[in-house]
């Protein structure tokens, strides 16, 4: 992880990939039938790693999207890195589906991008952060008028949850990635 952010904040993109595409040709020399990036930073180079690997690739955010489109949503917000939140990659995946995504001011992305890398990525959790993250929330529903906010973060899940009840659902992305990997296997 700490290699992989390290090359996508020196916007080495090229290099992210060749990383990336090295471990999914040892998992298709091993045998595997398909592969997943169980992150959602590194779908920077999704579309760029799917077009050269040897398995078929599952997509964390495809699989958010077709939840998005099973729940009905035509607007959603996004929280994650600050990588993920501004790499487009949600926003280009959604449009396919005419669902709209929103990412929060500078100020409220900054504070997500810091308390995600040095609190959530170490396993702490903060009843301070969570009261924010959830304040975040309520400002971005009631700005842009989201019906859903993607937990475009693995870690996210740790602090934010379904129960929290803020009027509007988070879609935890890694449980969602998932589910789809074992409705492929069944």
Do not use: C, W
């Not at 080495?12 to 990336?20: G, S």
């Not at 590194?42 to 078929?56: E, R």
């Not at 991008?113 to 969570?130: A, R």
């Not at 019906?147 to 879609?171: H, Q, W, Y």
């Amino acid at each position: 992880m700490k290699r992989m952010l390290e090359l996508i904040g020196k916007n080495e993109l090229e290099n992210v990939t060749d990383f990336l595409l090295l471990e999914i040709e040892k998992l298709n020399k091993a045998g595997a039938d398909f592969a997943l990036l169980a992150s959602n930073t590194p779908h920077i180079v999704f579309k760029q790693l799917k077009s050269l690997a040897p398995l078929p690739l599952i997509s964390i955010v495809n699989a958010a999207r077709d939840r998005a489109v099973k729940e009905g949503y035509k607007q959603v917000g996004l929280f994650g890195t600050g990588f993920t939140m501004q790499g487009g990659f949600y926003n280009d995946v959604f449009a396919e589906s005419k669902i709209k995504v929103f990412i929060p001011d500078k100020d409220d992305r900054a504070y997500i991008h810091d308390k995600y890398m040095g609190e959530l990525v170490k396993g702490i959790i903060k009843e301070s952060t969570k009261q924010e993250l959830l304040n975040i929330s309520k400002r971005l529903k009631e700005s842009t008028g989201v019906e859903a906010i993607i937990l475009g973060g693995t870690e996210l899940p740790l602090i934010l949850k379904e129960t929290d009840n803020i009027g509007i659902p988070f879609l935890d992305t890694t449980r969602i990635h998932v589910e789809k990997v074992v409705e492929m296997l069944f």
